[in-house]
């Protein structure tokens, strides 16, 4: 499984302790299981869209709003840690996600950067060969001059 699609389905790994939030109202009351679902959603759209720092903010956000709920007895303390421990997974594929994204962007502006540098030496090199063929002709030049020049005095 390629990781574009890996990231989205560990975010649905969050879904995995909402289901059948209407168990009990002491477990995990609706409404807080709407809003958790609908944060999950924000996050697999960001994740998917690549946008990884996005959607780690969102699951920060989740998590606190996870604490508000468990606190406040919207949330069993059992469901909570059920929750907290796919955000935990979650969190750490998008830290791997992020890191990857870091390394990527480095390597790019290296190669971008030796790219350029190449180009400079190319365009340098045709600046020396072009100075070259320029000495070379003023050189004939010369020669052609001074040929010239003994020619007059021999005659």
Known sequence: MNRRHRLPLAALLLLLPLT???????????????????EILAIS????????????SLLTAMQANLRTAAA?????AERSA??????????DDLTVEIDAAVVAEEAAAKAAEEAAAAQ???????????Q????????KKD?????????DRDD
């Open 20 to 38: 059948g939030c209407t168990a009990t109202a002491v477990d995990l009351q609706a409404v807080t299981a709407e809003q958790l679902q609908t």
């Open 45 to 56: 759209e960001a994740s998917a869209d690549g946008d990884f720092a996005d959607a780690q």
């Open 143 to 151: 020669a052609e001059n001074a040929k010239e020049n003994r020619e």
């Open 132 to 139: 070259a063929k320029d000495d070379a002709e003023n050189a």
């Open 120 to 130: 400079q030496n190319d365009e340098d090199a045709k600046d020396r060969a072009e």
């Open 72 to 76: 406040s007895g919207q949330v069993s």
């Open 82 to 91: 059920s929750i907290q421990s796919a955000i935990n997974l979650v969190r």
